[in-house]
C-alpha cells in the first residue's frame, strides 16, 4: 500500500519549482483584513469548529480528513446571500484568533472556517500551497477572488499545490 500522501503528492522531475495545480483564482481581497463583527453565538461555533478539526487531524489521517471534505462538499445543496456569510464567517475566525489564537494552525482552521461556510450553503476552496526556500507549506479558505481566512500578502507566498 502506498504512503497515505502517495495519491495528493507528485514527484517532480525538477525539484526546484513546485508546480501549480489548477485554480484557484487569483486573490485579490482578504475577508480576513475587512471590519466586520460576529455575534458572539457564531464566534463560539468558530471556536468549537477549531477544536474539533484540530482533533479529527490528530485523530485521522490527512487523507481521510480531505475525503471527508471533499464528500461533505459534493453534498451541499443550500444556498445564500455567499458573501455576507464569508464576512461573517472571516469575523467569527478573526474573533476566535483571540481566544484560541492561530500561530501554526492554519490546517485546522482553514478546515474549521471551509466547514462553517459548508454549514451556511456556501461552498468554498481549500487551499493548500507551498513555498521552497526554506521550504514551508500553508493552508487557506478562498472563495473566487476572496482570501476568507488569511491575508493576501500571506497567501501570494505560497504556489497552491492542492485545491479541494
Request: overall charge positive.
Amino acid at each position: 500500500m502506498p504512503p497515505p500522501l502517495a495519491r495528493l503528492l507528485h514527484h517532480l522531475p525538477d525539484p526546484g519549482t513546485p508546480l501549480p495545480c489548477p485554480g484557484p483564482e487569483r486573490a485579490r481581497i482578504s475577508l480576513a483584513a475587512e471590519g466586520g463583527s460576529a455575534s458572539p453565538a457564531t464566534v463560539v461555533q468558530m471556536v468549537a469548529r477549531r477544536l474539533t478539526s484540530r482533533a479529527a487531524l490528530r485523530l485521522w489521517s490527512l487523507e481521510r480528513v480531505i475525503a471527508r471534505w471533499r464528500a461533505r462538499k459534493t453534498c451541499s445543496t443550500r444556498g445564500g446571500d455567499a458573501d455576507a456569510m464569508a464576512k461573517r464567517v472571516a469575523s467569527a475566525y478573526r474573533a476566535s484568533t483571540l481566544i484560541l489564537g492561530s500561530h501554526d494552525h492554519c490546517l485546522p482552521d482553514s478546515l474549521a472556517v471551509a466547514s462553517q461556510l459548508l454549514r451556511y450553503g456556501v461552498r468554498a476552496e481549500l487551499v493548500l500551497g507551498v513555498k521552497l526556500d526554506p521550504f514551508q507549506a500553508h493552508c487557506w479558505v478562498q472563495m473566487g477572488d476572496a482570501v476568507v481566512n488569511d491575508s493576501l500578502d500571506a497567501t501570494r507566498l505560497f504556489t497552491p499545490v492542492l485545491v479541494v
